[in-house]
């Protein structure tokens, strides 16, 4: 029985003590080819950092960010070109008020009126270019902010109705030509602004069209 446990146990010890030098050696032999690249990608990434190169954003990034850039800009700039258009109204306009004195006082009162309203508009335009778009999918675009936008516009061309009655009564003919310069430039931002609304009103929303469809 002691012999028949003895050579099991001896083979083993055997068989273990042979297999210890090549489970040793294992380690080096796989540790060496990932040290190596290690060093390589080291090295690599040294030599791109000596030549100033920066890794490129993933694509998903990318998809990510660029609408909402995009987006941003574009309201952005709608709402300042608004604010500039006006801006510029608004100077000579007063510059107009100081020359004359029958009309100076109305004009300048419009100028202010103007003034005084270019800045909300402006956030309208940029609150109604950057809604959600899932919201606007859904529920529609944001009508509460561009029934006041065509509020000021019913008020703006009631401004531009009492400056052409003003520019006929300016006594100084290029304080007329400016009126009615600055009287044009108006108008067609009235006429952008109308456009901007009609369009955004129209878009396509899921709501809008199961009104519609049960009317």
């Keep these: ?3 028949n446990i003895f050579f099991p146990v001896v083979g083993l010890a055997v068989f273990s003590f042979l297999a210890l030098p090549v489970s040793a050696q294992k380690p080096e032999s796989v540790g ?3 040290e190596k690249s290690l060093q390589a990608q080291t090295a690599q990434a040294n030599l791109n950092a000596s030549k100033g190169q920066v890794n490129a954003p993933t694509n998903d990034a990318t998809e990510t ?5 995009e987006k941003n800009a574009k309201g952005q700039t709608t709402a300042e070109s608004h604010r500039s258009v006006v801006a510029t109204f608004v100077q000579s306009l007063l510059a107009v008020a100081d020359r004359e004195g029958g009309i100076g006082a109305q004009v ?3 100028a202010e009126q103007q003034n005084d309203t270019k800045d909300r508009a402006a956030d ?3 609150a109604v270019e950057n809604r959600n778009k899932i919201k606007t999918f859904f529920i529609g675009t944001s009508y509460k902010n561009l029934g006041e936008l065509r509020s000021q ?3 703006t061309r009631n401004q531009i109705d009492q400056l052409r009655r003003l520019a006929a009564k300016a006594e100084n003919p290029e304080d007329k030509v400016a009126l009615e310069t600055q009287i044009q430039s108006l108008e067609q931002e009235a006429q952008k602004i109308d456009t901007f609304i009609t369009d955004n009103e129209s878009q396509f929303s899921l709501f809008g069209w199961a009104v519609k469809l049960f009317q």
């Excluded at 960010?65 to 850039?69: L, S």
């Design 108 to 110: 300048k009162v419009v």
């Design 65 to 69: 960010t660029q609408p909402t850039t």
């Design 153 to 155: 516009m019913v008020q």
């Design 32 to 34: 060496t080819p990932a």
């Design 1 to 3: 029985m002691k012999k």
């Design 124 to 126: 309208l335009i940029y």
